[in-house]
């Protein structure tokens, strides 16, 4: 408690002149870039605009991405392992966007390839699918090991576990330089426990507090009471991520011999955690052989946990996938206080002992076709009220088809089941009409605004917030349950 006493009376207000927000862009000009609008004052680098270029003529495929990372070359010779006859023997050659088979010249997806050439369904392609590579004696290395060497680069998403992400170039300030609501800097206030600052305009206050001020995240989410962190007496919801007093909630943590510990403030989260958890990885086939799946990083958390084990080379991999395509469709986007890339821990659900940019809830939805990767959205849950969606694009060579109204469509269908009432997303001024006509989205309710004054969602600097009920709720969900 000395340090709160001490942060305060040192720094009870945060001044902020420069008035900048705690995102910075590669371009002032930057603008989201939706399905079906093409933003022409993007501006990017003649370096950048290279690699855009080739970008846009590649598909977003496992295979590309293997390629890329010069893994393995383009135009190998692929092999099928699991035949037992000579007459199951099956070869092709690798392609960015699948396998030429050499005995039909038809390109095949990985699993098609797989079952075309007498595999079975259930079995995993990626390990009975490989190249005569590497050992040069005539073995094959299956393309489940390629995969893995990938994603030991770096910058994929095995090298971005949960850790404490160090401020830079600010000295022992470890307060934001932007309030965690509106993005934008000025007068703050910071909270006692944590590093979050605030406008009090955003806080719909009038004036500054007298008494020190607690979060949303610091103090109970029942009782309203501060919690003292990392102290037994209290927990962090697995969904909201809102802490709580073990004795002011009615549920009980949730033991796995196989996984750490789950805790729920309330009933109606653990539910959506459940259902949201079950979708992970689980394709749903959608009409013109389009599917779509949500993905989500699971660590080791999961340990042993079987099912999501088998899953988890294939959902990696794609998530690497995932933020190449992000990548291609917006300017960078940094983090001014820490530097953090954040498409990248967004899309690889980083989390951080800094609230602000602990993305570990987020998952990422993707619309497919065949193995190629079409449309990407990130999602975070904040319980029943609420579902933010900060970033949504679709790969260039598809635009202007819908593929983004899929997507969405996907998602919310999924929102809807697990009894989620709204979607919120930032949209840059320019594109508020298009999300307004085209995707049915409104500016923020009252309403909606005094539940984010309470929530972490991410926010960019000039950038709008809209909202939009989920078709159908409640009516399809009981909430009597
Ligand atoms: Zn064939
Ligand atoms: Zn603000
Ligand atoms: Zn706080
Ligand atoms: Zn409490
Ligand atoms: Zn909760």
New binding site residues.
Partial sequence: MEKCYKGRALKPMKQNPSKKGSIERGSTNRKRRLDGQRSSSTRRSKRHENRNTKEKQNSATILSWLIDSQIVPESATIYYTGATTQAGFKKGTLERNGILCTCCHCIFTIRDFHVHAGGKVCDDPYEAIGIDRIRGDGSITPLSQFMETALRNRNEPEHHGIKHIPTKGFGDDVYDD???????G?N?ICCEECSST??V??LGMKVVPDEPYYCAYCACKICGMPVIKRDSSSLSCSLCEKQYHVKCSNESLTIDVNRFPRAFCDKSCRKVHEKLESKIGMKRELQDGLSWTLLHRFDKEYGSYEVMASKRLECYSKLAVSFRLLTACFEPIKDRHTRINMIRNVVYNCGSHYQRINFSSFFTGILEKGDEIIAVATIRIHGTNLAEIPFIATAERHRNKGMCGKLLNGIEHDLRDFGVSTMVIPSSSETIRVWNEKYGFQLLSERTKKQIMKLNTLMFHDCIRMQKTVTGYPNSFDRSL
Avoid: S, Y
């Fill in positions: 932007a309030c965690i609501l509106c993005a934008d000025g703050l605030f406008h305009k955003c």
